[in-house]
């Protein structure tokens, strides 16, 4: 379970990024984090994982208080937080496997990061996480000549293969064709489900969050201005998080209304069966 409570975030330049940002996400919920440009969601998910250090509060995994880690009990935990990129984060130059296999350096030592000698279990399992993932057939093939979707996927499989108990996700459409970023999020929700895995996705897409994610949040300003369920993002809560615009445009047909209740019953299949 990840507990956030009163996190702020100021920059050297007197900058508010965040403010008072208290949140809980309980084990196996997936959360869609949306909000203007500028409203602090990338901030938010990495003062999660101290990519950003926060200024003040407390970020709590499984009751560990993360901000009071040194080094290296922080990298330790980093362990346990997977994280997917926007731009992928890939190593242009090395195969799939090998930057999947990338999500194990915080488990094997120096040198045998840097000679890429990893051990069979954690080989067996990255081809496994390959298969699920729909890359089994890629394993040699350079990260450069990859396209936007598989790279994504990549960044996917690299996360899982660390056994994180908690993924954040910063902007994984966001590049990305309408229905490759519908791929995407049914593969991210599908893996969440089938691992029990707690999420935080920041996606600027209102109606594809509405589609997947179960439960949203809306920053604006630093500060949460709406937490609820998908549904609940009428045009006057839209409003609120965005400001003054024709939301009854965004609203979603009732073709991705239906297409959006079938990704839910598939996920929450994958639930019981597992």
């Known amino acids: 379970m990840l507990e956030i409570e009163k996190l702020s975030k100021k920059y050297p330049t007197g900058d508010l990024a965040l403010t008072d940002v208290s949140l809980?996400?309980?084990?196996?919920?997936l959360v869609g984090l949306i909000g203007p440009s500028g409203a602090g969601k990338?901030?938010?998910i990495r003062c999660v994982n101290r990519l950003v250090e926060p200024s003040s509060g407390s970020i709590r995994l499984n009751g560990e208080d993360l901000t009071r880690f040194g080094k290296r009990r922080l990298r330790e935990a980093r362990r346990r937080i997977g994280m997917i990129f926007?731009?992928?984060?890939l190593m242009e130059r090395l195969t799939v496997m090998e930057n999947v296999l990338s999500g194990r350096l915080?488990?094997?030592g120096f040198w045998k990061s840097f000679f890429r000698r990893f051990p069979g279990q954690s080989v067996a399992e990255a081809f496994k996480i390959l298969d699920r993932v729909g890359l089994g057939a890629f394993p040699?093939?350079?990260a450069d000549a990859l396209s936007g979707g598989q790279r994504q996927r990549v960044g996917i499989a690299r996360a899982l293969l660390q056994n994180p108990d908690l993924l954040l996700v910063d902007e994984p459409t966001a590049s990305l064709d309408p229905k490759t970023s519908r791929q995407i999020m049914r593969l991210i929700c599908e893996l969440c489900a089938e691992r029990g895995l707690s999420a935080i996705v920041n996606i600027h897409d209102v109606p594809l969050a509405q589609a997947y994610l179960p439960r949203i949040v809306g920053l604006k300003a630093g500060r949460i201005v709406y937490d609820g369920p998908a549904q609940g993002l009428t045009p006057e809560v839209l409003t609120r998080i965005y400001g003054e615009e024709d939301w009854a445009k965004t609203e979603r047909s009732e073709d991705e209304e239906g297409a959006g209740e079938q990704e839910t019953l598939k996920v929450?299949?994958?639930l019981e069966a597992s």
């Open 24 to 29: 809980s996400v309980p084990a196996g919920q």
């Open 268 to 270: 929450e299949k994958v």
């Open 86 to 89: 926007q731009e992928h984060a």
């Open 106 to 108: 915080g488990y094997v």
């Open 140 to 142: 040699n093939k350079r």
């Open 42 to 44: 990338s901030t938010l």
